[in-house]
């Protein structure tokens, strides 16, 4: 299925804050287990020299802050009308945003929790997954 707001489509349409496009009810669900904690590594495989040792890619960064900056910038672009959740998982879940509308996001408090996430635990996805869709649906 595409529509006008799928790949190029949705860099087009949603320029400015004035966009046409339908107000969103988005839930992240954000791992923020120790794996999170690694930095992203190469696959690449012209170096095989039987060292399991790869180079590190997007400039050493850990995975986490990866995911916060583009979370933020996910952020900047949402309305007044869109409704916006997070949820964070490792081998537990807890709901940091619960589904509200932006309007009511009080945005700094939401933008300073989220650049103070650290990476610990265990990782289990069903525990991220239950708490995302039942505010979708709750």
Not at 25 to 42: C, E, H, K, P, Q
Not at 55 to 63: A, I, N, P, R
Not at 94 to 120: C, D, F, H, M, N
Request: charged share 30%; net charge negative.
């Amino acid at each position: 299925y595409n529509s006008k707001y799928d790949g190029i489509g949705m860099k087009t349409n949603t320029q400015g804050r004035h966009s046409n496009r339908p107000a969103l009810n988005l839930v992240v669900a954000l791992d923020i287990s120790g794996s999170m904690g690694d930095t992203f590594r190469g696959d690449d495989d012209d170096n095989d020299d039987g060292d399991d040792e790869c180079e590190s890619v997007g400039g050493g960064q850990k995975k986490l802050q990866v995911a916060k900056d583009c979370l933020l910038t996910l952020l900047a672009q949402l309305r007044d009308d869109d409704a916006f959740g997070l949820v964070l998982f490792n081998n537990k879940a807890s709901v940091l945003q619960p589904l509200t509308k932006w309007a009511e996001i009080e945005k700094v408090g939401l933008q300073k929790a989220i650049l103070k996430l650290r990476s610990y635990g265990g990782t289990e996805l069903t525990e991220g997954e239950r708490p995302s869709l039942l505010s979708l649906f709750l």
